[in-house]
């Protein structure tokens, strides 16, 4: 097929890592598998629109190999450009039907900007989703099960992470023993039975820092090249990954709460660990993991945290204990929040085209 114009809109979730992903090899294999919940509302909406460069429509420059504008919000954002003319030249040789369109890629994220919540996992997915669906226009024989596969390839080019956030609810990212069809090349759907407890699940995000991330997730892998605790880390990955697959199958909600919380600070502890060091919790992140533990011993509640790389926290628990935890989430830890800011979020279903 040939196609001289259109567009697609397609929106794309973050996700939260419950087995981190913190180390890399060479062309974005992670150092270690990892899985996700796939969130909800956060998310971010891309609308890609191409044009033939050699149509009589020219929108934009054409002399470059990859030819793009890039509306933040409705405005032109420059600094996000790199970041995409990267994600281009490293999925080229995949698609080279890039070369061929000028695009305009148009993007908004559902969650503040600046929130201190990593958009690349939800950005760089929602762009691969809509590069598939102009795949798919010019060979429309491929099949659903390609598109979904190849769109988390694509994606984990651009940013690790963002190969989980293509489907839902739970996505396996690498290479392990006990999960079938399991790739370090894009994320899988979980393909066990998830147990009654973990429908809905929730994840409330504190927003203790909105900062800008005082290391980048590339430099952050990188440490873990010569890092003194790199062997036994990977090893427990893929332990903790064995383990979380029999707990989200039999929904044992405390074998769940040691693993989560163990491998978030884990994760920091890897930060801490390596040099340069980095310690990217704060002291209201703190404060807010020892409420929790407060509070899940006192109530016997099952609550639990877990961070990415920063100082947020997302606090997940089950749907039928909402209202109680909101309620202490509101009169305790709202305050260790800046501007007492916070996001309510569920597991969701992954990447929708709109
Ligand atoms: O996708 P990246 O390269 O930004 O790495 C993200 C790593 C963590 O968010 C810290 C952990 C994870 O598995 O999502």
């Known amino acids: 097929n040939t196609i001289d114009a259109g567009d697609f809109q397609w929106s794309a979730p973050s996700n939260i890592a419950l087995v981190k992903y913190w180390g890399k090899k060479e062309n974005q294999v992670p150092a270690n598998p990892s899985i996700s919940f796939t969130l909800n509302n956060c998310k971010t909406i891309t609308k ?41 030249e490293r999925i080229e040789k995949y698609c080279p039907y890039l070369t061929e369109y000028h695009f305009i890629i148009a993007t908004e994220n559902t969650f503040p900007h600046s929130s201190g919540i990593a958009s690349s996992a939800s950005g760089i997915a929602a762009l691969a989703m809509n590069i598939m669906s ?22 984990r080019l651009g940013s690790g992470s963002a190969c989980r956030s293509v489907k839902g609810s739970v996505v396996v990212w690498g290479k392990h023993a006990a999960i079938n069809g399991s790739s370090d090349l894009f994320g899988v759907e979980f393909s066990g039975q998830i147990h009654a407890n973990f429908k809905n699940y929730q994840d409330t995000i504190l927003l203790v820092d909105k900062g800008e991330k005082q290391v980048s997730s590339t430099v952050g892998h990188d440490l873990m090249h010569n890092h003194p605790f790199a062997a036994q880390r990977f090893a427990q990955a893929h ?12 929904g044992n909600l405390e074998a769940f709460i040691t693993i989560v919380e163990s491998e978030a600070l884990t994760l920091h502890a890897m930060m801490m660990t390596s040099l340069p060091y980095f310690i990217l919790m704060k002291p209201n992140t703190l404060e807010i993991i020892n409420k929790i533990r407060k509070f899940r011993s006192e109530t016997k509640i099952p609550v639990c945290f877990t961070l990415d790389a920063g100082a947020n926290v997302h606090v997940l628990y089950p749907e039928n204990v909402r209202e109680t935890v909101l309620q202490f989430i509101k009169d305790e830890l709202v305050g260790y929040c800046q501007n007492g800011n916070y996001i309510c979020d569920t597991i969701g279903n992954g990447s929708q085209l709109i």
């Open 239 to 250: 332990e903790n990954l064995s383990k979380i697959k029999s707990v989200l199958e039999t």
């Open 48 to 88: 890609l629109s191409f044009v033939k460069k050699n149509s009589t429509i020219t929108i934009g420059a054409t002399k470059e190999k990859f030819s793009f504008d890039l509306l933040f919000e409705g405005k032109p954002k420059e600094d996000f450009k790199p970041k995409i003319q990267k994600f281009f």
């Open 134 to 155: 102009l795949e798919k226009a010019l060979n429309p024989k491929i099949t659903a099960a390609f598109f979904y596969q190849k769109a988390s390839f694509l994606a």
